[in-house]
């Protein structure tokens, strides 16, 4: 059966776990939730083994995925065998064992298939075979027209009332990002514990943190998904904040160490699997790689320690400007945009 990624976890609860589930989609926050469903389900129904195949690329062991399906378990009856594909093609190997799977599952083995990527252009013959046999849940993007309902939606479930003007602030504060948004509902329901009260603007205003332009984690990926302008953005609302550079340092250079580290490998894929880099970021870093070449990574993080430096008073007279914040700002946009690295020689 075809069913939402939301329905998911409803329908595990109304019946015996299925052979096989595929849980597909290009929001990692929905797809991570459908998959802890079926994870939870499985222990609830007594499968304590879980098993972890990633399959990517060249380096996809569909020969050692077969043999673990058909090996009898020494502990247990049954196990959760878990298989990630990041692209969402298994290729003609991995459907092939995935559509004989599903014409003759194994009875002590549920089956697991979680897609980093969907579109129509992905489904074929194996999926079909999948929602025939079980279960395929896919997590589609929430449209901007949609957030407000989804974000309702999910204050509902825990137990919170919020006007219909709340609800919309509270999009227009986290901007799409979901699992910002989920942070805050998450927290939201630990302030208001017990209260019966309707949320209005102004109660959340006080209750919730402007996740859309004090975060760490969205400055840096601003900067390499190439976003100048939000870069901007975000340092003036972090310096607005008093946040402390020092503290801010230590995220920013250990994604350009990681990007640093991309650009030199041989093989992408490989890299990003040793470095155990969720496949959903890995576009971001692909767009970052795709505006400079890898030396000059290495220089980026020369300035990142630059700016480090500064931050914490160490300066060098005459050779560094002593506006910490500056610094960082002309870092990320480099970032962001070859142009700006003019800023850097200034």
């Known amino acids: 059966m075809e069913l939402g990624a939301d329905r998911l976890a409803g329908q595990l609860a109304n019946e015996p776990l299925r052979p096989v589930y595929l849980v597909a989609g290009s929001e990692p926050l929905l797809v991570l939730e459908a998959a802890d469903a079926v994870r939870a389900a499985a222990r609830a129904q007594g499968i304590p083994d879980r098993e972890v195949h990633d399959m990517e690329g060249r380096d996809a062991d569909w020969d050692g995925l077969d043999a673990s399906i058909h090996a009898p378990s020494l502990f247990a009856s049954r196990r959760l065998i878990e298989v990630r594909l990041p692209t969402g093609k298994p290729g003609a190997e991995g459907a092939k064992l995935i559509s004989g799977f599903c014409a003759a599952p194994p009875p002590d083995v549920v089956l697991l298939v979680i897609a980093g990527e969907w579109s ?44 219909p003007d709340a609800v919309a602030r509270l999009a227009q504060r986290v901007e799409g990002n979901l699992l910002a948004a989920a942070q805050e509902v998450d927290k939201l329901a630990l302030l208001l514990r017990g209260q019966a009260e309707v949320l209005d603007v102004e109660r959340m205003d006080a209750l919730v943190a402007d996740s859309a332009r004090f975060d760490v984690f969205r400055l840096v990926d601003a900067a390499l998904n190439g976003q100048a302008a939000q870069v901007s953005r975000v340092i003036a609302g972090l310096k607005a904040e008093g946040e402390a550079i020092p503290a801010l340092m230590g995220m920013v250079v250990k994604e350009l160490h990681t990007v640093a580290a991309l650009a030199r490998a041989r093989n992408f894929a490989a890299e990003c699997k040793a470095q155990r880099i969720w496949p959903a970021k890995e576009a971001v870093y692909k767009r970052a790689l795709s505006r400079h070449p890898p030396e000059r990574w290495q220089r980026l993080l020369v300035e990142a320690g630059s700016v480090d430096r500064i931050s914490k008073g160490r300066v060098r007279p005459g050779r560094e400007s002593h506006d910490a914040w500056l610094q960082l700002e002309r870092l990320l946009l480099a970032v962001a945009d070859p142009g700006a690295l003019r800023l850097l020689a200034s």
């Open 120 to 163: 129509k252009s992905h489904a074929g013959k194996w999926s079909e075979a999948v929602a025939r046999t079980g279960h395929l849940a896919i997590a589609w993007p929430v449209k901007p027209h949609e957030l407000s309902g989804w974000i309702g939606q999910r204050l509902r479930s825990r137990g919170i009332k919020a006007a």
